[in-house]
């Protein structure tokens, strides 16, 4: 008989561990950051948010009987996201677990977007993703050790009907890939990365003012018949950055509602 020597709540626990969190100050990120502190991680909260969104998730997380961090900081500064690492293992210890879900979202029909709206987009949803990886896994290939979690989208699979995104959706499938390609570079060096694609989910960005009316359509389209609440993005998050995931690195779990189905 095989040996049975895994406790298998065990496997979820992330108690001593030092995770870091971009987009933390709303939504998906928000969310996310207090789940892993929930199952006993103590968590940098990183966002360029001014408003006290960041505030409010420290809150939480220390609530929840965690210690937490906020860093103000933007994802296209490698300086900014170098030192957010660096403050991260001074004030908390060594980096375990990262997740990245700063983006941003906007629409207008392809032949007529500007390119600054293009490339600022790009600039957060992409480079802001490879920025934070590369600062993340320089801590992480020191230790040996570290999970990484981009989010990404449905978007980066298929195209949103009705939504003019061609630089979001262009952005997310970059993501996922660019995930893939880290987790190879990093596959024998003990560090993991994979990505989260969600489907509609309620969250501030989907209040933009262009996407307000097409709530209801979002519903529909999607096989559950709702949109996901930020909620359902946690557990998914937690088994990728949790142990129980140790031979998955450079999958893309798509959270969708069944959307990529039909
Ligand atoms: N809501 C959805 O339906 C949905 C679906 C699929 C994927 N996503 C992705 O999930 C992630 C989180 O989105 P959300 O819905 O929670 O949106 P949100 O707007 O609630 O949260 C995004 C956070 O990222 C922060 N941010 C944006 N640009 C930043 C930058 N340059 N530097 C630092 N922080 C920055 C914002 O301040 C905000 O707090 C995004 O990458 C988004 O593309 C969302």
């Not at 001014?50 to 860093?71: F, Y």
């Not at 949103?160 to 660019?178: E, P, R, T």
């Not at 009316?213 to 998050?237: D, I, L, Y």
Request: charged share 20%; with cysteine.
């Amino acid at each position: 008989m095989t040996e049975i020597a895994l406790n298998a709540p065990e496997m979820f626990d992330l108690s001593g561990r030092v995770a870091f969190v971009t987009g933390a100050g709303s939504g998906i990120g928000q969310r996310i950051a207090l789940g892993l502190a929930q199952c006993g991680a103590d968590i940098a909260c990183l966002d360029r948010r001014t408003d006290g969104g960041l505030n409010d998730t420290v809150g939480l997380i220390e609530g929840a009987g965690r210690k937490a961090i906020s860093i103000a900081a933007d994802v296209t500064s490698k300086t900014a996201l170098t030192d957010a690492v660096a403050k991260t293992e001074s004030d908390l210890g060594p980096l375990a677990i990262s997740v990245n879900a700063a983006g941003i979202a906007n629409a207008n029909p392809a032949e007529e977007m500007e390119e600054e709206q293009y490339q600022s987009l790009m600039d957060i949803n992409m480079k802001g993703i490879f920025l934070s990886c590369q600062a993340q896994a320089n801590a992480m290939l020191r230790h040996g050790k570290g999970s990484i979690i981009n989010i990404a989208s449905m978007s980066g699979i298929i195209v949103n009907k009705g939504l003019d995104q061609v630089h979001y959706n262009a952005s997310k499938a970059g993501v996922i890939h660019m995930s893939k390609s880290m987790a190879m570079e990093w596959v024998s060096r003990g560090v993991r990365v994979n990505s989260i694609s969600p489907g509609y989910t309620a969250t501030p960005m989907n209040t933009r003012p262009e996407m307000i009316h097409q709530t209801k359509e979002f519903e529909t389209q999607t096989p559950m018949g709702r949109m996901a609440s930020v909620n359902e993005m946690v557990g998914p998050a937690i088994f990728l950055a949790s142990d129980a995931s140790s031979f998955c690195t450079g999958v893309d779990l798509l959270v969708d509602g069944g959307f990529c189905c039909w």
